[in-house]
């Protein structure tokens, strides 16, 4: 029988019924109830017990391995992104995990494998941010759970890229940002973010800011495939942005990328 540890407490689970209630569809209540295992509400007991996590709020966005939730910190919104233990494709992570030096000792089990990913996405992001790209600024894990700065207004996440309609100007000093943020992210932060593409960057409609999401599986330079996740990163984002006219080719990005000269 689960012990009630303090009123936050009595919050979540309440924020988690209402997550069920409020939708009731069985391929939603599924999704529900895989991400709010037993082991996953301990660790929410937790972080709740530490001050981390106030109440959960609505779902943000559901992933292939990851559902997040707006969550209220002691001070601000807080973004909550819980990985699926039970219903992850984790096998598509080994290749992001493997070959990363700073995993060399973790065992080939699913929730190893989990865990791993997890610290592994709040050790980039506080790389990225540190090489000053704008990232969500992470706040602490708990084993599959990572908490980090919710980035968005009035409960509202920021769109996508894919999501947001731009002028030609506009697109274009987004694309020079993005290009220069994976500089940034190459040089300083020692990273390729292994799975760039117009879905995983948000826009901040204040200032048309973009914004890297979703950096569990970038890769140090040390890996093995770093070099292919790059090029592959390019392509994306000259695919996406053809449309702004964008006058360069996968090979003149790859050396502006990679170029060290042209840091601050």
């Known amino acids: ?92 992570m080994e290749d992001y995990i493997l070959g990363d030096p700073r995993f060399t000792n973790i065992r080939h089990n699913k929730r190893d494998i989990i865990f791993a990913w997890t610290k592994k996405e709040f050790r980039n992001l506080i790389r990225a941010n540190e090489a000053g790209i704008r990232v969500p600024v992470p706040i602490i894990t708990e084993r599959n759970i990572l908490i980090m700065e919710f980035m968005g207004k009035n409960e509202k996440p920021f769109p996508a890229l894919k999501d947001i309609k731009l002028e030609l100007e506009d697109g274009q000093l987004i694309f020079e940002t993005i290009i220069d943020d994976m500089h940034k992210l190459y040089t300083k932060a020692n990273l390729v973010h292994g799975d760039l593409s117009e879905y995983n960057i948000l826009i901040d409609t204040n200032d048309l800011t973009p914004i890297m999401i979703d950096m569990g599986q970038s890769v140090t330079l040390e890996h093995p495939r770093a070099d292919i996740f790059l090029k592959r990163d390019i392509e994306n984002i000259l695919r996406y942005f053809k449309r702004f006219k964008i006058d360069e080719t996968p090979e003149s990005v790859y050396k502006r990328i990679k170029n060290t000269g042209n840091e601050n």
């Open 1 to 92: 029988m689960k012990k009630i540890l303090d009123t936050k407490v009595k919050r979540l689970d309440t924020a988690v019924d209402k997550l069920r209630i409020k939708r009731k569809d069985s391929n939603t209540l599924k999704v529900t109830e895989n991400v709010f295992d037993d082991a996953t509400l301990k660790s929410l007991y937790t972080l709740s017990n530490k001050g981390i996590v106030e109440a959960l709020g609505g779902s943000i966005s559901t992933g292939k391995e990851a559902n997040v939730f707006l969550g209220e910190g002691e001070e601000h919104d807080i973004a909550i992104k819980i990985y699926r233990i039970s219903s992850s494709t984790f096998r598509s």
